[in-house]
Antibody, heavy 120, light 106 residues
């Protein structure tokens, strides 16, 4: 069973960057296709990006390209999501998500979420 | 960009059948999955690849997908099923979520 444990809540000023981590246990990161999904307060789910195992590359939502970077440290089985040039619209709970089958197309396992608040 | 449309809310009486729809252009040609989310919790996958239930999901949850509409059906709805439900599909290497439907059991 995959377990995903995310880093704690963050408060950032507009224009800053934030980096959220997602520690994997039960599997190695190389066995999984890790994705990130966010949810603004009172709003729905928004896919941010993730690893495409078919093309062996990381894909990003078009609206976040240029500001979003997803990386992985396979030595510690930790995935990272870094978002730059933050605005108040980036205030949200950020989730890492994956599936044990490695399909990358649906998410059986989710982190507990990390609240990122952007405020001056 | 591709859009998935869900009704904002659906109400159902305990023990009855709830149906939540998700509409998108030629959605029947794509795989759809469904997530359940209760307040303050991470989403839980309840249906994937249109009709498949993950291990541990009760049999009362079922899915279908044809034409432009996918449907999540909850038979014998229980109070514990009250939650927000989201559909998700892929289009042009982008995962798309529906806007979510709040299911009220009353």
């Amino acid at each position: 069973q995959v377990q995903l444990v995310q880093s704690g809540a963050e408060v950032k000023k507009p224009g800053a960057s934030v980096k959220v981590s997602c520690k994997v246990s039960g599997y190695t990161l190389t066995e999984l296709s890790m994705h990130w999904v966010r949810q603004a307060p009172g709003k729905g789910l928004e896919w941010m990006g993730g690893f495409d195992p078919e093309d062996d590359e990381t894909i990003y939502a078009q609206k976040l390209q240029g500001r979003l970077t997803m990386t992985e440290d396979t030595s510690t089985d930790t995935a990272y999501m870094e978002l730059s040039s933050l605005t108040s619209e980036d205030t949200a709970v950020y989730y890492c998500a994956t599936d044990e089958a490695g399909s990358g197309s649906y998410y059986t396992d989710w982190g507990q979420g990390t609240l990122v608040t952007v405020s001056s | 960009s591709y859009e998935l449309t869900q009704p904002p809310s659906v109400s159902v009486s305990p023990g009855q059948t709830a149906s939540i729809t998700c509409s998108g252009h030629k959605l029947g040609e794509k795989y759809v999955c469904w997530y359940q989310q209760t307040p303050g919790q991470s989403p839980v996958l309840v249906i994937y690849q249109d009709t498949t239930r993950p291990s541990g999901i009760p049999e009362r949850f079922s899915g279908s997908n044809s034409g432009n509409t996918a449907t999540l059906t909850i038979s014998g709805t229980q109070a514990m099923d009250e939650a927000d439900y989201y559909c998700q599909a892929w289009d042009s290497s982008t995962a798309v979520f529906g806007g979510g439907t709040k299911l009220t059991v009353l």
